[in-house]
């Protein structure tokens, strides 16, 4: 079982910046394929970045392609996402998730554990 904490979100302008957070308890971290998901007001769940278990492998959304760097630190047991050149359209509720497998880790149904959540506004 892998439990999930997400944090580092707020409020910026646009053009700016920020790093989320996402620490996990649970002595299998690293064998877990990990995601950033976002959520707006009024819209389903979508995709933004995924990383497999060694950090080997990364999937980006075209929408942050170039801007959003996903990260691990197995040791640490923490999950990132640099975010930089923030827009209004990132505006969301950006969750962290955590799978077994890389087959379709853009889909929410390949995650298992998912965290609460934390809140990016960004202003134009």
């Not at 996402?22 to 990990?34: D, E, N, P, Q």
């Not at 009024?42 to 942050?64: C, H, L, M, N, Q």
């Not at 170039?66 to 691990?72: C, D, E, L, V």
Request: with cysteine; hydrophobic share 35%.
């Amino acid at each position: 079982q892998v439990q999930l904490v997400e944090s580092g979100g707020g409020l910026v302008q646009a053009g700016g910046s920020l790093r989320l957070s996402c620490a996990a308890s649970g002595r299998t971290f690293s064998s877990y394929a990990l995601g950033w998901f976002r959520q707006a007001p009024g819209k389903e769940r979508e995709f933004v970045a995924a990383i497999s278990w060694s950090g080997g492998s990364t999937w980006y959304a075209d929408s942050v392609k170039g801007r959003f760097t996903i990260s691990r630190d197995n040791a640490k047991k923490t999950l990132y996402l640099q975010m930089n050149s923030l827009k209004p359209e990132d505006t969301a509720v950006y969750y962290c998730a955590a799978g077994h497998s890389i087959v379709a880790v853009t889909t929410t149904g390949a995650y298992d554990y998912w965290g609460q959540g934390t809140p990016v506004t960004v202003s134009s």
